[in-house]
């Protein structure tokens, strides 16, 4: 008989004690569809929560964008806002071809006019400032730098260097229809700075003359009615040496609109259509 000690009564005993052990289980009690906590509340109100934003950013970012309020000007069909980049559309032509005269003489901004460059001539844009131009025909697109005054053409809005023209694909044809915005030197859409009206006042030019005598009859008609006139000497596409003749010093756009309107008004039965420009 094994004594009560010996290694396999300890065995069958500890069997037998587990066995006798029950485990239970309090049976799970129900939660109400009104309660349950924050942790219930959470996992109800996650997915409702995640719907509306997403069908809020889809609306915000489907939704088309407001209309800017816009000042059309009246003379050269340009597009202005207040705070917002410069936007105009128009008629643009290049120049820096063989035999036209322009490649190695000054710009208005004073540099040596160069065709290889990416530059233009604009008649009102700040000497310096950039223009992102998109020709409208083929949808290309070029950033350029404003170094020149012109076109001073009946029609055209833009005149871009041989550069700018190959770039836009538009040099066989000679003209394109083009939108310009003013942008900043890394091509970002910028508005322009208003204090350049100060340092750069527009004027009304009048008409651009050869003949002495028609320049100083025209001269003395203009002083009698507007004041200050000033000539300026210009070289035409031709070679031909002309005088621009110019109205006025006005540090704000609207003011040598009206100018430019009352000359016309003067001056309608001689075929002469003034426009708005820089000083320099």
Known sequence: MLSPFHPTNWSQACVSWIHEIHVA????????????????????????????????????CTRPPADIPVRRSARDGALRTDGQPYVEEGLASWYGGDGDGFAGR???????????????????????????????????RAVLRVNDRGPFIKGRVLD???????????????????????????????????????ADPF??????????????????????????????TASTRGGQTVKRVRVGSYTTRQDAEQAAEQIAKLLKDRGVEPFITRQR
Do not use: Y
């Open 25 to 60: 289980f309090d049976p799970p009690t129900p939660v109400e569809p009104s309660r349950g906590g924050l942790l219930r509340l959470m996992r109800w109100g996650t997915p409702r929560v995640a719907t509306l934003v997403i069908l809020s950013f889809t609306l915000h």
């Open 160 to 198: 871009l260097s041989k550069r700018g023209a190959q770039e836009l694909g538009f040099m066989g044809q000679g003209t394109t229809r083009i939108r310009l915005r003013s942008v900043d030197a890394m091509g970002l859409p910028t508005a322009l700075d208003p204090s350049v009206d100060k």
């Open 106 to 140: 000054p710009t208005a901004s004073g540099e040596i006019f160069d065709p290889e460059q990416f530059t233009c001539a604009h008649r009102t844009l700040p000497l310096g400032s950039f223009v992102e131009v998109e020709n409208l025909d083929n949808r290309k």
């Open 203 to 232: 004027v009304v030019q009048v008409a651009a003359l050869s003949d002495p005598k028609n320049i100083e009859s025209l001269t003395r008609e203009l002083e009698n009615t507007f004041g200050v006139v000033t000539l300026q």
